[in-house]
Nanobody, 124 residues
Framework: HVQLVESGGGSVQAGGSLRLSCAAS????????MAWFRQAPGKEREGVAA????????FYTDSVKGRFTISKDNAANTLYLQMNALKPEDTAMYYC??????????????????WGQGTQVTVS
């Protein structure tokens, strides 16, 4: 099993920045693909960004391209999401996820086995 713990959420004004962290523990060698998802009240969960552990390739949903950056510190088993130029529509609970999907990076949530508890991001 893999345990994921997110941190770094908070409240920020539009145009501001936040950096989310996701600390992984347990069977982390099985975490070949890691991603961030988000879910706003009344909306479906949405994939935000994903990265492959092996080659550090990345994939972003269109709405965050150029503003968000996903990265992973393999030595520390920690995933990051640097969020710049935040907009009110970025307000959501942000979740870290990991798994071994056949193709990575991917934002197909059903292919991720382990999820964190989430961290709230509020942009006003």
């Amino acid at each position: 099993h893999v345990q994921l713990v997110e941190s770094g959420g908070g409240s920020v004004q539009a145009g501001g920045s936040l950096r989310l962290s996701c600390a992984a523990s347990g069977y982390t060698s099985g975490a070949t693909c890691m991603a961030w998802f988000r879910q706003a009240p009344g909306k479906e969960r949405e994939g935000v960004a994903a990265t492959a552990t092996a080659d550090r390739s990345t994939f972003y949903t269109d709405s965050v391209k150029g503003r968000f950056t996903i990265s992973k510190d393999n030595a520390a088993n920690t995933l990051y999401l640097q969020m710049n130029a935040l907009k009110p529509e970025d307000t959501a609970m942000y979740y870290c996820a990991t798994g071994r999907p056949p193709v990575c990076p991917t934002l197909r949530s059903a292919q991720f086995n382990y999820w964190g508890q989430g961290t709230q991001v509020t942009v006003s």
